[in-house]
């Protein structure tokens, strides 16, 4: 995967470093060559160094694609609607990607002459066709990165975007449960149902989550075990895809903390809800469907659980 990464990132400019540290390398040797008189001549030094530039040139084309470098008109394009200049983008994109398809394609065909021809190079008896092959990859990526970069833009979402996608699509389950201290377990959840299209009823889901007995009570009327159920029944009132919890058994005992992570397994299966858990408790590991391990701020190990441990069996 790192190496899949790095070549997305990188494949262009590394070719096209090469390609000119060769054209250095062998022009200085030429001129070290035409001052040693016992030496002969490179004869396909020039020839070499012209193909060089001609596969870093058409190289170039994919690389200014993929920086963003192509020429617009930038500080116009600012000043228009952010789903204007969004639009904008994307249809500069895949209109590159179609202009490089039709150089390619045209460019098959010079290939192809090149092919049956039999045409080589002069000095160093290259078979042109192999030489002007480079302008046909240099064509083709650009198509690919072309269709990314477009792809990229459709996916890529701004503030607005962001923000509705937060409030309708996932869920938060903080660990001291961030529950407004006025309100009862059911103001609590209608305050988080207000602001998304279809939600659940209220009491419906307290009922869920076992606390029909404390809809009306205050958060500070109730245990730990009860807040942090109140805070998963606010995000689940929403109808999340996804459910983030921020250790939700940090702050409980023993008894409380594998109640809530039934309740959160079973909601999993249940609902259909994607849950991400975040804790330092390693035992509780085994009851998910995929570990991430986490060092140093990066991913150092990913483990599928074939067979996720039911909580009961959970033990820390």
């Known amino acids: ?34 001052n ?21 040139v058409f190289l170039s084309l994919p690389y200014t694609i993929r920086n963003i470098s192509m020429l617009r008109v930038c500080v ?38 090149l092919m049956e021809s039999g045409e080589v190079s002069p000095a160093m008896q290259w078979p042109m066709w192999a030489v ?24 890529h979402f701004s503030q607005k975007e962001l923000t509705t996608y937060r409030r309708y699509d996932i869920g938060f389950v903080f660990q001291f ?8 377990a059911k103001e609590n959840i209608e305050l988080a149902t207000q602001i998304t299209k279809d939600a659940y009823d209220p009491i419906e889901v307290l009922k869920e989550v076992g606390l029909e007995d404390r809809i009306n009570n205050f958060p500070s009327q109730l245990s730990g075990g009860e807040q942090q159920r109140v805070s998963i029944a606010r995000a689940l009132a929403k109808k999340p895809k996804l459910l983030l919890c921020d250790e939700p058994t940090g702050a409980l005992d023993y008894i409380t903390g594998k109640s809530i992570l039934k309740l959160l397994q079973d909601t999993c299966r249940e609902k259909g809800v994607t849950i991400v858990v975040i804790t330092h408790n390693l035992a509780i590991a085994p009851m998910a469907d995929k570990v991430i391990k986490i060092k140093n701020g990066k991913i150092d190990q990913i483990l599928m659980n074939k067979r996720p441990t039911p909580v009961e069996y959970i033990e820390w």
């Not at 002007?132 to 996916?155: D, E, N, P, V, W």
């Open 76 to 113: 116009l394009l600012d000043l228009l609607p952010e789903t204007v200049h969004k639009l904008i983008n994307i249809a500069t994109y895949f209109i590159t990607a179609a202009c490089m398809a039709l150089l390619a394609y045209y460019s098959v065909d010079v290939v192809s002459y």
């Open 1 to 34: 995967m790192k190496i899949i990464k790095w070549l997305d990132l990188h494949f262009e400019e590394f070719f096209m470093v090469v390609f000119l540290v060769l054209i250095t390398v062998v022009s200085l040797m030429q001129v070290i060559v035409r």
């Open 36 to 56: 040693i008189e016992v030496i002969p001549s490179l004869t396909w030094a020039e020839e070499f160094c012209r193909f060089c530039w001609i596969g870093s």
């Open 132 to 155: 002007y092959s480079t302008m046909l990859i240099g064509f083709a990526l650009g198509i690919a990165r072309g269709i990314q970069q477009g792809i990229l833009h459709i996916m």
């Open 177 to 184: 449960y961030n529950l407004v201290q006025n309100l009862t």
